[in-house]
């Protein structure tokens, strides 16, 4: 059965940085397309980075484009997310997942961001 669990969340203040980990069971990472999803409370939830299975292209939202950074480490079997000059609007939920699976849903980690 394939599992994710994310973990790396927290408080920090704006322009703070975190650093997500999301490791998967049930799934060998290494060829799947890979991404990071976040959730608000009452919101959708959104994609906002993903990692190719091949090739390891990254494609991210306009709103983290150039601030949030998407990697892979196979031989951990764990996919991250580095995150830099947080801003309040992402405060959020997130989650990693297979993108366009049915995989089930991780707990996700709590990302706030407040002064």
């Known amino acids: 059965q394939v599992q994710f669990v994310e973990s790396g969340g927290g408080l920090v203040q704006p322009g703070g940085s975190l650093r997500l980990s999301c490791a998967a069971s049930g799934l060998n990472l290494s060829t799947k397309t890979m991404g990071w999803y976040r959730q608000d409370p009452g919101k959708q939830r959104e994609l906002i980075a993903f990692i190719s299975g091949i090739g390891d292209d990254t494609t991210y939202a306009e709103s983290v484009k150039g601030r949030f950074t998407i990697s892979r480490d196979n031989a951990k079997n764990t996919i991250y997310l580095q995150m830099n000059s947080l801003k309040p609007d992402d405060t959020a939920v997130y989650y990693c997942?297979?993108?366009?699976?049915?995989?089930?849903w991780g707990q996700g980690t709590q990302v706030t961001v407040s002064s």
């Open positions: 997942n297979r993108k366009g699976s049915g995989d089930p």
